[in-house]
Each structure stands twice: as structure tokens, then as C-alpha cells.
């Protein structure tokens, strides 16, 4: 088929100048955090919903089938949209590299089925193997979609991304709401991802134009392949720490025990896509543009490390008040969210809050080391985080499940300082320049937290709905940290908030 498609009509020539104001990240920043907002909030909404309706076991037989069905996916994405982000190489080869995608997607969906196959014909599980072969026909899709993303994000387009997402995620859960009122139980949650997943892709193919699909030269799926395998690595190994913790837990104490552990870990686990995703993408776009930036420019000096000294301390601006202030009110939370009879998860909910602050840093380190092409660094430490990540669930198991996640706090404390040595050694970030920035961050932090922790005192002489005293911890909690931040900014000096003003053409 031919190799060129559609959205490489209008591109911008190689030789073209490149000029980018912050605003324009912010913004893009701002619509990514926004469709992570409607991700979350849509996924929470079918949890909750369908938690209503579902049995244990129906939620037992989903979790089986979704695990495989994920683990087929991660391993048909490969890293396809991030050799797309990367750099223009990826862009020049697109139309191969979608050819690789829609193989993968066709074999990994094959497994599916022959495992669903198998499951019906030699164990007589018709019901598992029929909700396995409709999670298959996720996978397709799903391996061609991150070509686009990957498209998307590398041309900066990630405000057309995010409204594709949002459209997707609301889709689904409109035909998830629509199945479980209808009674098709399980099948409605497997149902209602297909339909996100399709609305994705042919929203992506209606943004950038159909990509044209090519066989790929030895050269080509060689060095795809060489990249790909560290991002499947490290994916492999999130995987596997994402869903111990759960097993563990079941294993040793119950499945009481591991479903407040589970209902904790997820309603982190949004927040943490909140957060996460978008630091993820605006890492590419930011360093990638710094890198070429730094490329073309006639001194030597490293834009790569400068941009991490200014995005940094965004970041952690960002997501210290959401986890501080999720960690504080999470009794609050779950009682408004979940109901009476989940409250023993409140506690759990505070603690992997505070596991998730102490990561929030590593989220960038993967567009960092690639752009730096030192990539194969965060394997070796990915897998020793995991290794004492799953060692310390296995080992404490026996003693609680908030024993268990506290051990997540210190395998997450032994993870941040992993992370900070890769960001340095390969990424060339100076973290001392960072927690110079980030310093000042400390007081506004601690007046919300005073501020979070009276209201909850003042408010506990009281009988107030928990609806209405959550609202009022999370407003009051969110102005004085926003007076606070602005009011260091004005009178303190947080050089980083003047960030806005300048060009990409500047020294961040």
C-alpha cells in the first residue's frame, strides 16, 4: 500500500523554524488533565454504578477476563506511539509502523480467541470464554488507535486528542449504563470498553486522515522492535506490580481484606491517571522540543535539563495538594463515594495516597531517558523497583492489609530515590536546582493541610451531611492553597510561575 497518508499533506517541512509559547503547553496541559478528568470520573462512575448491580463472583469473573485481555493489549501496543513521539523518525517510517501495529493487533487478538476457544471447549467455562472473546475484539482497535495517539501527541495536537477521549469515555459509559439496566451483567463492562475503543479510533482517523499501511523493511522492524521491547518491559512490570497487591492480600487474608484493598488502590489508582498521563505527555512534547530545539541551536547549552528545572516543579505543584489532600479527607471520600459499609477503606485510600506522592516525580522519566536516548536505563530499575514493590506485599501480607500498604510507601520512598539517580545520571537533571524551585511549595502545602485539618474539627461539633462536609474540606482546602502559591509567588519569589511569559526560543 502506498506510504504516504493523508495527514502528511499539509505537515510542516523539516527545515521549518519551530516556535512554541508556553501558553500553548499550558493549554494543552489543561485539556489533557481534562479528558484524564472525564477518564476517571467516567471509569469511577461505572465502578460504582455496576458495583451496585454485580455479584463478587460476577466482579471476580470480569477482574480474570480483564486481566488477560489487558495483558494482550499492553503486548499489541508495543511501543508504537512512543517511537512516533520520539522523534521525526518515527513519522517517516508511520505508514510501516502502522502495518506493524495492525500485525500485532491481528495475532494478539487470534491468542485471545484460542484462549477463549480453549477455555469452552476443554474446561466447559462457556461464560468466561465468551467474555473473553468479546474482551478480543478490544485488542484490534486498541493496537491501531496508539499509532494515532502517538501521531497526535508528535505533532502537538493533544487539545484534538483530549476531545476525541472525552467523546469516547462518555460513549462507553452511556452503552455500560444502557447493558447493566438492560441485565447483560458482566458483558456490559466488556461491552462498554469495545465501544470506547472504536469511538477512539475513528475519531483519531477523522482528526489526522487515514495512516496508510506499508510492509516494513528489515531496518525499519528492527529498530522498532529494539525500542519497543524496553517500553513493553517496563509496561510488563507495572502490570504485574499493579495487580499483587490484590492477589496477595486475597491469598492471605481474605477476600473482604482484598476488596477494601482493591477499592483503595482504585480510587488512587484515578487520581494517579489524573495526574500521571498528562505529566507523561507534556514530558514528550516538552523535551522533545527542547532536544531539537537544543539540536539546532549554536551554544551548547542543555534546554533538555533547563526545561526539567522549570516542568518539575509544575508538577509537583500539581500533585502534591491532590494526593495531600486525598490522604486527609479519604474518610470523607469513601463514605460519600462507596457508602457506610466501605469505610474500612478510608484508611488504606490515605496511606497508597501517600505511596502515589512519592512517585509522582518518576512519571516524565520515560519520555526524559528516551529523548536522551538512554532509554534502556529505566529497565534495570524498573525491575528492582518492582522486585521490592511485590517482596514487601508477599512478605507483609501476613501481618494486615494496612501493613501491606505501608510497605507500598517504602517501596514507593526506595523508588523515589532510584528515580532521581536515572533522572540524573542519564537524564542530566539537576535535582538540587528542582528542590531549590520546589522548596516554597512546602508552606502553601502546610497552611491547606491546617486549613483541611480545623474545618474537619470545627465541622466534627456538628451534624452535617458527609456530602456536604467533604465539598466544604475540598473548597476550603483548594483556596488556601491557590491564596497560598499566589501569594509566595507575589511576595516570595517562585520564579517558576513567571514561566508562562516566556518562549520556547528563551532558556526555560
Not at 449 to 468: C, Q
Amino acid at each position: 500500500m502506498s506510504g504516504k497518508t493523508e495527514r502528511l499533506e499539509g505537515a510542516r517541512a523539516p527545515g521549518r523554524r519551530f516556535s512554541l509559547r508556553i501558553p500553548s503547553i499550558v493549554g494543552s496541559g489543561l485539556w489533557a488533565l481534562s479528558a484524564k478528568l472525564v477518564t476517571q470520573v467516567c471509569q469511577l462512575a461505572a465502578f460504582i454504578i455496576a458495583a451496585h448491580v454485580l455479584t463478587p463472583a460476577q466482579f471476580g469473573l470480569f477482574a480474570f477476563c480483564s486481566a488477560i485481555a489487558i495483558l494482550l493489549v499492553m503486548l499489541a501496543e508495543g511501543g508504537w506511539a512512543e517511537f512516533v513521539m520520539k522523534s521525526s523518525e518515527g513519522e517517516a517510517h508511520l505508514d510501516q509502523i502502522a502495518g506493524m501495529s495492525l500485525a500485532s493487533g491481528l495475532f494478539f487478538m487470534i491468542v485471545g480467541l484460542l484462549t477463549a476457544g480453549v477455555l469452552h471447549g476443554a474446561f466447559g467455562k462457556s461464560w468466561e470464554a465468551f467474555l473473553l472473546a468479546l474482551f478480543s475484539c478490544w485488542i484490534l482497535p486498541a493496537a491501531l488507535t496508539t499509532v494515532y495517539d502517538g501521531v497526535l501527541v508528535q505533532q502537538g495536537k493533544l487539545k484534538r486528542q483530549a476531545m476525541i477521549r472525552i467523546t469516547a469515555e462518555l460513549a462507553g459509559l452511556a452503552l455500560i449504563v444502557f447493558g447493566l439496566r438492560e441485565g447483560w451483567n458482566v458483558f456490559a463492562l466488556a461491552a462498554g470498553r469495545l465501544a470506547m475503543q472504536m469511538v477512539l479510533l475513528s475519531g483519531s482517523v477523522a482528526a489526522i486522515g487515514f495512516v496508510g499501511l506499508a510492509r516494513p523493511s528489515r531496518t525499519v522492524l528492527r529498530e522498532v522492535l529494539h525500542f519497543s521491547q524496553q517500553i513493553i518491559f517496563n509496561r510488563l512490570i507495572v502490570f504485574f506490580r499493579s495487580y499483587s497487591g490484590t492477589l496477595a492480600v486475597g491469598g492471605f487474608l481474605g477476600l473482604t481484606e482484598a476488596g477494601y484493598y482493591r477499592a483503595a488502590e482504585r480510587i488512587v489508582a484515578a487520581f494517579s491517571e489524573l495526574v500521571g498521563e498528562p505529566a507523561r505527555l507534556l514530558g514528550w512534547v516538552l523535551f522533545r522540543r527542547a532536544k531539537e530545539r537544543q539540536e539546532k541551536a549554536a551554544d551548547h547549552e542543555d534546554l533538555v535539563r533547563n526545561a526539567g528545572a522549570s516542568f518539575f516543579p509544575v508538577l509537583i505543584a500539581v500533585a502534591a495538594p491532590v494526593y495531600l489532600g486525598l490522604a486527609v479527607v479519604s474518610e470523607s471520600f469513601v463514605e460519600v463515594a462507596l457508602g457506610e459499609a466501605w469505610k474500612p477503606a478510608a484508611l488504606l485510600v490515605g496511606v497508597l495516597a501517600a505511596k502515589q506522592l512519592l512517585l509522582v516525580t518518576s512519571y516524565p522519566t520515560e519520555p526524559l531517558l528516551a529523548v536522551r536516548g538512554k532509554l534502556k536505563a529505566l529497565a534495570p530499575i524498573s525491575l528492582f523497583n518492582a522486585l521490592v514493590s511485590v517482596g514487601l506485599i508477599i512478605l507483609l501480607s501476613p501481618f494486615g492489609v494496612v501493613a501491606v500498604a505501608l510497605g507500598q510507601c517504602v517501596a514507593a520512598a526506595i523508588a523515589l530515590a532510584t528515580s532521581i539517580w536515572v533522572q540524573q545520571r542519564h537524564g542530566g537533571l539537576n535535582w538540587w536546582e528542582i528542590a531549590r524551585n520546589s522548596a516554597l511549595l512546602l508552606f502553601a502545602l502546610g497552611a491547606m493541610l491546617v486549613a483541611i485539618l480545623y474545618l474537619g474539627r470545627v465541622t466534627s461539633f456538628f451534624e452535617l451531611r458527609p456530602t456536604f462536609v467533604f465539598l466544604l474540606q475540598v473548597g476550603v482546602g483548594a483556596i488556601t492553597y491557590l491564596a497560598a502559591v499566589f501569594a509566595l509567588w507575589r511576595f516570595a519569589g517562585l520564579a517558576w510561575l513567571h514561566w508562562p511569559t516566556r518562549s520556547i526560543d528563551d532558556p526555560i
